[in-house]
Every structure is written in C-alpha cells, then in structure tokens.
C-alpha cells in the first residue's frame, strides 16, 4: 500500500447532497410584511418576483436566494446566498433587476 491511508467513506449526507432551492421575497408594508415562497426552479422563483413587483408601489424591492435544507432536523433553512436583487424603478415603474 505504499504507506499511504486508504480513503474512507464516511455514510452521514454532506451539505453538497442537499437539494439547491430558490427562496424568494418581496417585503410589502400594505401586505403585512409582503409576498415570499420557495421552489426548486429558479426560472419560477425569478417570476415570482417579477409579479409580485409588477404589482408593488414604485421603490418597492425584492430577491432571489439559494438555500438548502437545513440537517439539524429543525423546519428551516441554510442561507446560500443572495443571486439576484430587483426594484421597482422609481422614476419609470420597471421592474429592474441586478
């Protein structure tokens, strides 16, 4: 074996074993706290976003997350990063995105 280690499987699940999901949400003061949702199809989570601020007041903004589901067994999720912000422009009334 040359006097090298064997490598080892370990069998717990690794966070890259997690299903990527698509958290998305635009913050609303005249919906109580605004419109949110979760998917696995990031094309949906981004046309989610683009509705709900279709609909929303001019300088309204939202976003488009990665997440995962956390393992501690808990109903919750592990933040993964933002991938794109929009607003709503507050001098055209387009949906401008980043």
Not at 44 to 59: H, I, M, S, W, Y
């Amino acid at each position: 074996m040359n006097g090298s280690v064997p490598e080892t499987r370990m069998p717990h699940r690794l966070p890259s074993d997690r299903p990527v999901l698509f958290a998305w949400d635009v913050p609303l003061a005249s919906t109580a706290g605004g419109v949110c949702g979760v998917t696995d199809n990031r094309s949906r989570a981004f046309a989610d976003v683009q509705r709900a601020l279709t609909a929303a007041p001019l300088g309204a903004a939202g976003k488009v997350r990665k997440v995962a589901v956390s393992m501690s067994g808990s109903h919750e999720y592990v933040e993964l990063g933002t991938i794109a912000t929009a607003r709503v422009d507050a001098s055209s009334g387009a949906v401008v995105w980043r």
